[in-house]
């Protein structure tokens, strides 16, 4: 097994909570009947997809040597591993030991295989230590299962910490200075007050004083697999169906990197519909993701030890929150495999 | 596909390139929202008054708009 429950809390933090779901990386980046080498929660992974398009996830290593599997062949409904020829089943059971017939690692489930699931264009997957195997329950964000919302997936691959990622989420504030100059979140007070509201899978952390203005709220869900919510008004030029949404996720890649989901949605229908998505693709988008790099440029940039040396005011209480909950999560888990 | 990093793609959302008349399409329709309103007999005639017209040339009906963006936005 690749997840060790005798990580410390340390590494938890940094490399991503276990015994949940994390966005891992865009459905089409795995074709069908082909395979994938990805990094997530700071181990090696292969994503494997049969041809009919049934995808699992494996631990990139083979249970012989520790070769990855992802220099391996696809061999339609398994991996051959290219060092000594072993056959992985997707489940992780060992079906072939070509060098020596019989021998006894055929039969057995000797490769970690992670459950997947496939969500809006997104594969995720589950986590578990080797205490938690099973899946928790996925409950999926409303934006994405409503059939009255249109949403499009946009992914994008940051150098800086997980954390960094979903702290600038539960940040709004950053909205009035950070994007001071984009097509969405130019206006509004660049002073406010903030408040956090508890709710049953998380809470809000929102303005008192402006709603509806700039990036005015955030709520942050925790339903099997940690998400955002938050609103942004369109200007009169993107049409009717009122303001924009996203959801979004952070995946961890390691204790530098991150994968990065935003699904842009909007509760539209008809033509309104039918024309938002033609701007989107045409002009809205390009906008979108020059806001985007403007987050990318400043996380990327953070020094490494940017959250051990700061002096944080009330804008910052959503981020303080965050930080308590993910800490005390690492330390339960890694206290639980002790 | 590579699995080379970073992936930093803008366009995620597109099928092609968009062509010329759908640029022009999306810039007049984008004026035609914010001066003329969101409603959808408004919005025809703004894009006809800048005789802004369909690719075959003619003017826009509501039918033949509707029709057009859904073809644009499947």
Known sequence: MTLSSSATADHIYATGLRNQWHAVVPSHHVAPGAMRKVTALGEQWLLFRRSDGVLSMLADRCPHRGAPLSLGKHLGDRVACWYHGVEVEPDGTVSSVPGLPGCGLEGKKLVTSLPVREVAGAILAYFGDEEHPEPVELTLPEPLTDPEVDAFLCYAEWNAPWRYAVENLLDPMHGAFLHHESHTMSDGDTTAKFRIRETARGYFFEKTDQRGVNFDWVELCRTGVDWVDLSIPYPPSAGPGGPFGIVGMVCPVDERRSGVFFWRYRRVADWQRASWRFLYRTVIEQRHWDVLEQDRVMLEAMPADADQRENLYQHDLGVVRLRRLYRAAAEAQSAAGA | ?74
Do not use: C, I
Request: no cysteine; charged share 30%; net charge negative.
């Open chain 2, 1 to 74: 596909m590579t699995d080379t990093w970073p992936r930093l793609d803008v366009h995620q959302s597109r099928t092609h390139e968009p062509t010329p008349y759908e640029y022009k399409l999306a810039a007049t329709l984008e004026e035609v929202f914010t001066r003329e309103g969101h409603e959808l007999a408004d919005v025809v005639r703004g894009l006809n008054t800048r005789q802004v017209h369909a690719a075959d040339g003619a003017p826009w009906t509501e039918e033949s708009f509707r029709a057009e963006m859904n073809r644009l936005g499947a």
